[in-house]
DNA sequence: AATTTTACTTACTAATTAGTAAGTTTGTAA
DNA sequence: TTACAAACTTACTAATTAGTAAGTAAAATT
C-alpha cells in the first residue's frame, strides 16, 4: 500500500511516549495500534520484538542529543544558557505531559529491560553525563558556575535532580520542578570554593 | 494448616523487594509464589488483588519510618546525624541489591499504579518531605547545614538526588550513589547564604 | 507488461497474568 | 467431640500479551 510513509516514525514517537508515561513493561503493541489505527502486525512489520522499539527510541534520543551538541546556535550559547537549554530541553518540555524524561523511566525499571536495551542506555546516560560535566568545568573556568565538588559529581547531582524531580513533580505538584530547576541554577550562582 | 503464621509477612517483605528491583507493574504472584514455595491463591487469600498488596508494602514503609522518626535514640541524634541515619536507612541500605528505593520504584511508574496505591504512595513521599524540610530547618537555624535556598526547596533536592542516584548507580557505577551522598554533605558544610 | 518489494491486514498461537471457586487440612473454641 | 474458622491447595477462567504465518494490495523495478 504504502500510502504513509512516516508510520514506523509514528510507532517510534508513541512508544517513546508510552515508555516516558507508562514505563516500557506497561506499555504494549496493542496501546499503539489503538492509537495509530493500525494492526498489531504492522508493528510486528517495522519492529519484530518489542526490543527493537525500545532500542529504535533510544537511539533516537542519543542521536538528537548530539545533534543538538553538534548545533552551532547551541555552541554559541554561554555555559550558563547551554545549562538551561539543556534543563529545558532534554528534561523540562515533558512536564505539560504526564511523563518522565526518558533516562528515569528506564532507570527505574533497567533490571527488567532486555540486554540490548541496557546496553544502548548505557551509551545514552554516560553520553549525557560526559557532556554535563565537561559544560560544568568549562562554565567553573569561566566563573559562570561556582560549586564545591568535583564537575564530574556536580554533573551526576544535577542529572540526579534532573531526573527524580520530574518523577516526583508527576506524584506531588507540577511545580515541584521548577522549584528544584530554579534551585539548582541559585546554588551555580552563589557557592563558594 | 496454620504452620506458617508469618507467611503474610514474607509475602510483603519479598513484594516489597520485587517492586523495588522490578517495579510494580512487572512483577507477578507467579514471582512470590515460586519464591515462597506457595501457591498462586495463597497470596489472594492475603491479598485479594494485587493492589492489596501494593497498599500493604507502602503502609509498611509509612510505619517504619515513623517508627523511626518516634525512635527516642534518633531524636536525640544532631542534625547532621539524623541527616545521615536517613540517608543510609531510607535510601541506601538497597544499594546492595539491584533496588532502589521505594519511593523511585513507584514514582517512574505512578500513572499505572492502582488510584488506591497511587493515594498511599502520595501521603508517604508528603511525610518524608515535610519531615526533611524540617529537619534542614532546624540544622540551619543551629549552623550544622548551610544552603542558599529555602528548607523546602533544599529537601526536594536532597531527596531527588537520593531517588535518582539509586537509579542511575544500577545504570553505571554502584559508587555514584556514594559519590552524591558525600556531594551533599560537601555542599550543606560549605555553601554561604 | 510482468515481477518483485513494501507495507500492511487477517487470523492465529502460546505464554503469562490477575483473579476465583471449590475443596482440604490443621488448629481452636463450644 | 463436634463445629468452625484459619490457612492454605487444586484446578480452573478470562484477559492480555508478544510474536508468527499467510495473504493482499499498491508501488517500484525490471
New binding site residues.
Partial sequence: ????????QE?TDLGEELIRSRGY???????I?SQL?????????????????GVAVVKKNIEKFEELLKNPKFNKLSEWDRLNVMMDEVFGKYLTQECVCLVGALSAEYPVL?EIIQEEFQQMTSKIRAWLASLLKEGKKKKQFSFVTTPETKALMILSNMIAGLQMARVMNRSDFQTIRNGILKELKTEQS
Same sequence: chains 1, 2.
Fill in positions: 500500500m504504502a500510502k504513509n510513509n512516516t508510520t514506523k510507532i513493561s506497561a506499555f504494549s503493541y496493542h496501546d495500534a489505527n493500525i494492526k498489531n502486525a504492522a508493528i510486528h512489520y517495522h519492529f519484530p520484538l518489542k526490543e527493537d522499539l532486555p
